[in-house]
């Protein structure tokens, strides 16, 4: 029944802007961390950012660092990536992860095209 649904990417130009999300369902979603994953061409899956329940702390890795955010809202049970100055390099397929009773969980993903 755990479902993650992803939404907003697109094609943008570099130096742009973007809003993922990732609106969640089958959990109580308030109680457990979540995070966003991507997956370049050719490349692994790798975690870009996750956030811990009540949103008190959050994490990224350094490329991302300062020019994306991650925030959730509970009452919505949706968590969201906020990127700012996209660059070639952020293009990729975007996942947002849960794990739920020592299972993960992927939304589908959602396509983030950085293009002049």
């Known amino acids: 029944q755990v479902q993650l649904v992803e939404s907003g990417g697109g094609l943008v130009q570099p130096g742009g802007s973007l809003r993922l999300s990732c609106a969640a369902s089958?959990?109580?979603?308030?109680?457990?961390?979540m995070s966003w994953y991507r997956q370049a061409p050719g490349k692994g899956r790798e975690l870009v950012a996750h956030i811990t329940s009540t949103g008190g702390i959050t994490s990224y890795i350094i490329p991302v660092k300062g020019r994306f955010t991650i925030s959730r809202d509970n009452a919505k049970s949706t968590v969201y990536l906020q990127m700012n100055s996209l660059q070639f390099e952020d293009t990729a397929v975007y996942y947002c992860?849960?794990?739920?009773?020592?299972?993960?969980?992927w939304g589908q993903g959602t396509q983030v095209t950085v293009s002049s």
């Open positions: 089958g959990f109580t979603f308030s109680s457990y961390l």
């Open positions: 992860y849960t794990a739920v009773d020592g299972r993960g969980y």
